[in-house]
């Protein structure tokens, strides 16, 4: 039977419990007994919780800033309807399986003061994903796709931030949460009509 590499056990594990009792609440020794390897062989491959943590948002959840990077490097590959289905979709999807695991942040304040320093340290944040969307939009305008008046960054804050309400509004009864496909076309089609109007 292949084992997996214990990399990719500890990122598993770590998913898992912070999934079900939070970050704040997961401890490496935790994480290190579920991959079944050592804390030390943890530490080998993150330096620390922080680290582990966001290594598990871009590498186990659905891939926002990849998605928004080929966007950007080729404006005007589908229709700007479709591209911005998709962005809503993929985000929508990324807050609603990363809500749950980053809430216990804010219970926090010196765990968030340590998650922020290792973000800035890495070059990473939530900031990110707003500024792909809005590197992605001036792209399309420079391509004519775009109304040259738009306000590129409002226009991605928008977007991105009703994707994330969208995790957030409906937590507590996820049953009632609006289906993603259906919540992310209408929020490309409202999006695009002060786009391109």
């Known amino acids: 039977m292949q084992t997996k590499p214990a990399r990719v056990r500890i990122l598993d594990a770590a998913h898992e419990l912070m999934l079900t009792v939070g970050l704040a609440r997961t401890t490496t020794k935790e994480i290190a007994r579920a991959a079944d390897c050592s804390e030390a062989a943890l530490y080998k491959y993150f330096a620390n919780k922080e680290e582990l943590f966001i290594s ?5 959840l659905p891939k926002l800033t990849p998605l928004l990077s080929s966007l950007a490097a080729e404006p005007g590959r589908a229709g700007l309807e479709e591209n ?8 929508a999807l990324f807050y ?12 926090e304040t010196q765990l968030k003061r340590r998650h922020d320093d290792v ?10 994903p707003i500024e792909g969307l ?4 001036r792209a399309e305008q420079a391509a004519g796709r775009v109304s040259p008046d738009a306000d590129t960054f409002a226009a991605a804050s928008l977007l991105l931030g009703a994707c994330a309400q969208r995790a957030f509004a409906y937590e507590a009864h996820a049953e009632s949460r609006p289906p993603v496909g259906d919540f992310a076309a209408r929020l490309a089609r409202t999006l695009l009509a002060g786009l391109t109007g």
């Open 84 to 91: 911005l289905t998709e962005i809503a979709r993929q985000a």
């Open 119 to 128: 973000m800035r340290e890495m070059g990473t944040g939530p900031h990110k």
């Open 134 to 137: 809005a590197a992605y939009l």
């Open 56 to 60: 598990v948002l871009s590498e186990r």
């Open 96 to 107: 609603e399986q990363s809500f749950p695991i980053a809430a216990s942040l804010y219970a």
